[in-house]
């Protein structure tokens, strides 16, 4: 009977430590209790957990396992793979909300054909359409920046289940479907944290295991119940708490969301709070009304969670360990992650299922037999994204059969493959001169397994334009390329003398073309092609002597184009240089009424000293040959950063030459990528032989200075620029104003 009852109890001890184990429970060494850090979730104000690392580490406090919710999951994992308080502090500092929010990847990486799309003024999220309806992406912001910052604070894409880390970790997140808390313990570390840190709304749930997870702090965001099932003797749980909302700041959608979302943060934590044991010790930062989204000022909270842990320094000694045992525990830890130097034998692409996986895969830039560079797998992830075809792109490190795999989970646009955007630019110079067009375009992508395109624009306003491009890749690294295209525009042309307009005229177009061209590299394109067509055109306003010629026009002509991109932002760019050169050559042989030629040539480049930006242009266009350019094609000139002081399009010629200096300083960063600028301009620069007497001669000199606001909705600018000859004038601008020009297909 006795040997029954003890072969009993060794059977349930060992079905304990069996389940122990599988739930990450090892046991602390004898002679001391196990101890778990249970770390809440708050958004910026978890960078207070900083400060209470810093204290245990100060007290030589072993931590045995670690659990999370959000924020508080991302320090607890940077904490166990073996990141200490310090080198937290010290990434903490470099961070913003910019940097973790502003999903653009750099734009170095940003395909030449996407930044040219870039130059028109769209505004607000890309819509999927899908069966007559629009589609809205399921977050305000992707993540992928904050996914990528994870990757390198964490440097454990390695690492599978959690309890091979240096200390045994969990996150804990929410099933979207079933509103379940979810206990995360292996997979990729940094994909368990941006689910772990998925806030509703703003930060796009993240698929994971067939399950869509969002911020576990929703149900369980002081998760002791999993520091419990961890075999935690001692739970240390640092409880952040939430700001005090004015009715003020309820008084909007925003603001009741956000409460009602801290009302159930709160609830979850009561409930856990309800579990603690007598040895457990709870650390309060006093955090008061820090806003758990100033991403700008991570360093506040992380002395205010010092400050806690101090005033439990008493009950906190008695978890430490003896220096050398502390000292040899530590450095068992730092040794447990070792690189691993092997070669890698493949790579894997998963998540695909429209795109080609051969296309997809030509763009990376890692391959079989690299070691594993953390640098270029990233380079690789931002390359991926900024294609534009996916939602989130990232990557793990497996080993599979013996095989060292690196994989790249790139998950395409659930609200795609169809997109809409829209937008508005234009100009206003409060001199009763108004250029302002609405911007709407329809993408169809992955028409075919090279990558096709089918892109339809429309612009309605000043110059009415409705126009289709299909865009053939020719290779499976779409270097090479076809594109027909159809355009039909609305166009009005003004006709000054001096500051009078003297003559309008009325321009509508049915154009059809075929280029050809290579992508060269990700910063420039070359396209050449032919185009046909007809052009009607009247005299609306003025003098029968300014008419601008016949009313029916052919067009046939041939063009070549080069355009180069390496700015490193489109607004305000601190660095780099654009250039472009076209050739257009219109000719009777292949329909044209008139035979023609023009060029045209400009470039810019800017230069940065702190927050001061000198930004250098010039422009030249011209005619080739003894042939004039009909009165509808000359070139228009005139208004802000094109020769400030004259009205928008109020100058005019069969030549141009034109040079300008923009200086322009940014007197503040604002939250979320916006920024303030004041900035002025010096411009000279010369037309020749204009269609109405009148218009300045020789060298136009002018100046400007403005105020540019990098907005939510695109550059806006408020300017004042005056001429030499005393014209001058106001501006108001959205969008890039005159130093890009509006993309015409072939022109």
């Given at each position: 009977?006795?040997?029954?009852?003890?072969?009993?109890?060794?059977?349930?001890?060992?079905?304990?430590?069996?389940?122990?184990?599988?739930?990450?429970?090892?046991?602390?060494?004898?002679?001391?209790?196990?101890?778990?850090?249970?770390l809440?979730?708050?958004?910026?104000?978890?960078?207070?957990h900083?400060g209470?690392?810093?204290?245990?580490?100060?007290?030589?406090?072993?931590?045995?396992?670690?659990?999370?919710?959000?924020?508080g999951?991302?320090?607890?994992?940077?904490?166990?793979?073996?990141?200490?308080?310090?080198?937290?502090?010290k990434?903490?500092?470099?961070m913003?909300?910019?940097s973790?929010?502003v999903?653009?990847?750099?734009?170095?990486?940003?395909?030449?054909?996407t930044?040219?799309d870039?130059?028109?003024?769209?505004?607000?999220?890309?819509?999927?359409?899908?069966?007559?309806?629009?589609?809205?992406?399921?977050?305000?912001?992707?993540?992928?920046?904050?996914?990528?910052?994870?990757?390198?604070?964490?440097?454990?894409?390695?690492?599978?289940r959690?309890?091979?880390?240096?200390?045994?970790?969990?996150?804990?997140?929410?099933?979207?479907?079933?509103?379940?808390?979810?206990?995360?313990?292996?997979?990729?570390?940094?994909?368990?944290?941006?689910?772990?840190?998925?806030v509703?709304?703003?930060?796009?749930?993240?698929?994971?295991?067939?399950?869509?997870?969002?911020?576990?702090?929703?149900?369980?965001?002081?998760?002791?119940?999993?520091?419990?099932?961890?075999?935690?003797?001692?739970?240390?749980?640092?409880?952040?708490?939430?700001?005090?909302?004015s009715?003020?700041?309820?008084?909007?959608?925003?603001?009741?969301s956000?409460?009602?979302?801290?009302?159930?943060?709160?609830?979850?934590?009561?409930?856990?709070?309800?579990?603690?044991?007598?040895?457990?010790?709870?650390?309060?930062?006093?955090?008061?009304?820090?806003?758990?989204?100033?991403?700008?000022?991570?360093?506040?909270?992380?002395?205010?969670?010092?400050?806690?842990?101090?005033?439990?320094?008493?009950?906190?000694?008695?978890?430490?360990?003896?220096?050398?045992?502390?000292?040899?525990?530590?450095?068992?830890?730092?040794?447990?992650?070792?690189?691993?130097?092997?070669?890698?034998?493949?790579?894997?692409?998963?998540?695909?299922?429209?795109?080609?996986?051969?296309?997809?895969?030509?763009e990376?830039?890692?391959?079989?037999?690299?070691?594993a560079?953390?640098?270029?797998?990233?380079?690789?992830?931002?390359?991926?994204?900024?294609?534009?075809?996916?939602?989130?792109?990232?990557?793990?490190l497996?080993?599979?059969?013996?095989?060292?795999?690196?994989?790249?989970?790139?998950?395409?646009?659930?609200?795609g493959?169809?997109?809409?955007k829209?937008?508005?630019?234009?100009?206003?110079?409060?001199?009763?001169?108004?250029?302002f067009?609405?911007?709407?375009?329809?993408?169809?992508?992955w028409?075919?397994?090279?990558?096709?395109?089918?892109?339809?624009?429309?612009?309605?306003g000043?110059?009415?334009?409705?126009?289709?491009?299909?865009?053939?890749?020719?290779?499976?690294?779409?270097?090479?390329?076809?594109?027909?295209y159809?355009?039909?525009d609305?166009?009005?042309?003004?006709?000054?003398?001096?500051?009078?307009?003297v003559?309008?005229?009325?321009?509508?177009?049915g154009l059809?073309?075929?280029?050809?061209?290579?992508?060269?590299?990700?910063?420039?394109?070359?396209?050449?092609?032919?185009?046909?067509?007809?052009?009607?055109?009247r005299?609306d306003?003025?003098?029968a002597e300014?008419?601008?010629?016949?009313?029916?026009?052919?067009?046939?002509?041939?063009?070549?184009?080069?355009r180069?991109?390496?700015?490193?932002k489109?607004?305000?760019?601190?660095?780099?240089?654009?250039?472009?050169?076209?050739l257009?050559?219109?000719?009777?042989?292949?329909?044209?009424?008139?035979?023609?030629?023009?060029?045209?040539?400009?470039g810019?480049?800017?230069?940065s000293?702190?927050?001061?930006?000198?930004?250098?242009?010039?422009?030249?266009?011209?005619?080739?040959?003894?042939?004039?350019?009909?009165?509808?094609?000359?070139?228009?000139?005139?208004?802000?950063?094109?020769?400030?002081?004259?009205?928008?399009?109020?100058?005019?010629?069969?030549?141009?030459?034109f040079?300008?200096?923009?200086?322009?300083?940014?007197?503040?960063?604002?939250?979320?990528?916006?920024?303030?600028?004041?900035?002025?301009?010096l411009?000279?620069?010369?037309?020749?032989?204009?269609?109405?007497?009148?218009q300045?001669?020789?060298?136009?000199?002018?100046?400007?200075?403005?105020?540019?606001?990098?907005?939510?909705?695109?550059?806006?600018?408020?300017?004042?620029?005056?001429?030499?000859?005393?014209?001058?004038?106001?501006?108001?601008?959205?969008?890039?104003?005159?130093?890009?020009?509006?993309?015409?297909?072939?022109?």
């Amino acid at each position: 009977m006795r040997l029954h009852l003890a072969l009993q109890r060794a059977l349930l001890i060992c079905w304990l430590a069996a389940f122990a184990f599988a739930n990450g429970a090892t046991a602390a060494p004898s002679g001391r209790p196990r101890v778990c850090l249970v770390l809440a979730g708050g958004g910026a104000r978890g960078t207070a957990h900083i400060g209470v690392i810093k204290v245990l580490e100060e007290l030589r406090v072993p931590i045995d396992c670690i659990v999370g919710a959000s924020s508080g999951a991302l320090i607890g994992a940077a904490y166990a793979t073996g990141i200490d308080a310090d080198q937290m502090e010290k990434a903490v500092a470099g961070m913003n909300s910019k940097s973790l929010f502003v999903d653009q990847p750099p734009r170095s990486e940003v395909p030449i054909r996407t930044k040219i799309d870039e130059a028109r003024n769209y505004i607000g999220p890309e819509f999927g359409v899908r069966k007559h309806r629009l589609l809205v992406p399921k977050g305000l912001v992707a993540g992928e920046q904050l996914e990528g910052m994870m990757r390198r604070l964490i440097r454990s894409s390695e690492v599978i289940r959690f309890d091979d880390l240096p200390i045994p970790f969990r996150a804990v997140a929410t099933d979207l479907a079933s509103g379940q808390t979810v206990v995360l313990s292996q997979g990729e570390l940094s994909q368990a944290l941006r689910a772990s840190m998925s806030v509703p709304i703003a930060l796009a749930p993240v698929r994971l295991d067939g399950r869509i997870l969002v911020d576990g702090g929703v149900t369980d965001n002081l998760p002791l119940d999993v520091a419990r099932t961890m075999g935690a003797d001692v739970a240390i749980v640092v409880d952040l708490g939430s700001p005090h909302m004015s009715e003020e700041e309820m008084a909007s959608l925003l603001g009741v969301s956000r409460r009602i979302l801290d009302i159930m943060v709160e609830q979850s934590e009561k409930r856990s709070l309800e579990l603690l044991r007598p040895d457990d010790i709870v650390i309060h930062p006093e955090l008061g009304d820090f806003d758990p989204a100033d991403f700008d000022h991570l360093g506040v909270p992380i002395p205010l969670g010092e400050q806690a842990a101090r005033k439990v320094a008493d009950r906190l000694r008695q978890l430490s360990l003896p220096p050398e045992e502390y000292a040899a525990l530590t450095e068992r830890r730092r040794e447990k992650l070792l690189a691993d130097v092997r070669p890698i034998d493949e790579v894997r692409l998963t998540g695909l299922q429209r795109a080609n996986p051969d296309v997809v895969r030509a763009e990376i830039g890692t391959r079989a037999g690299d070691k594993a560079d953390p640098a270029k797998l990233e380079e690789d992830v931002r390359r991926l994204y900024a294609s534009g075809d996916f939602e989130h792109v990232g990557y793990g490190l497996l080993d599979q059969d013996g095989k060292r795999v690196v994989s790249f989970d790139a998950t395409e646009k659930s609200w795609g493959p169809n997109f809409m955007k829209f937008g508005l630019e234009g100009g206003y110079d409060l001199r009763g001169e108004s250029r302002f067009e609405a911007l709407a375009a329809y993408r169809r992508t992955w028409v075919d397994s090279l990558g096709a395109e089918l892109r339809t624009d429309l612009q309605l306003g000043r110059q009415d334009r409705l126009a289709t491009e299909w865009y053939q890749p020719l290779d499976v690294d779409r270097v090479f390329f076809l594109a027909p295209y159809a355009e039909i525009d609305r166009d009005v042309q003004d006709v000054f003398s001096g500051s009078q307009r003297v003559a309008r005229y009325v321009r509508y177009e049915g154009l059809a073309g075929f280029d050809a061209g290579s992508r060269l590299g990700r910063a420039a394109e070359l396209r050449s092609g032919v185009q046909i067509g007809r052009i009607q055109q009247r005299l609306d306003e003025g003098a029968a002597e300014l008419s601008p010629g016949p009313d029916r026009v052919g067009v046939g002509a041939w063009h070549a184009r080069i355009r180069v991109d390496e700015y490193e932002k489109l607004v305000a760019p601190q660095s780099g240089f654009a250039a472009t050169a076209g050739l257009f050559a219109s000719r009777a042989t292949l329909g044209a009424d008139s035979s023609y030629t023009r060029w045209d040539a400009s470039g810019s480049t800017a230069v940065s000293l702190g927050a001061s930006t000198l930004d250098l242009g010039a422009t030249f266009k011209g005619r080739l040959g003894g042939n004039d350019l009909p009165r509808y094609d000359v070139y228009q000139w005139g208004g802000f950063l094109q020769q400030s002081g004259y009205r928008i399009g109020s100058l005019d010629g069969q030549t141009l030459q034109f040079a300008r200096a923009i200086y322009d300083y940014r007197l503040a960063q604002l939250p979320f990528l916006n920024a303030l600028y004041a900035g002025a301009s010096l411009e000279a620069g010369r037309l020749g032989r204009p269609i109405a007497s009148g218009q300045p001669a020789g060298t136009m000199k002018s100046a400007s200075v403005f105020l540019l606001f990098d907005s939510p909705l695109g550059p806006l600018y408020f300017a004042y620029g005056r001429a030499r000859d005393g014209s001058s004038s106001l501006y108001l601008y959205i969008g890039a104003p005159a130093t890009t020009e509006p993309i015409m297909f072939g022109r």
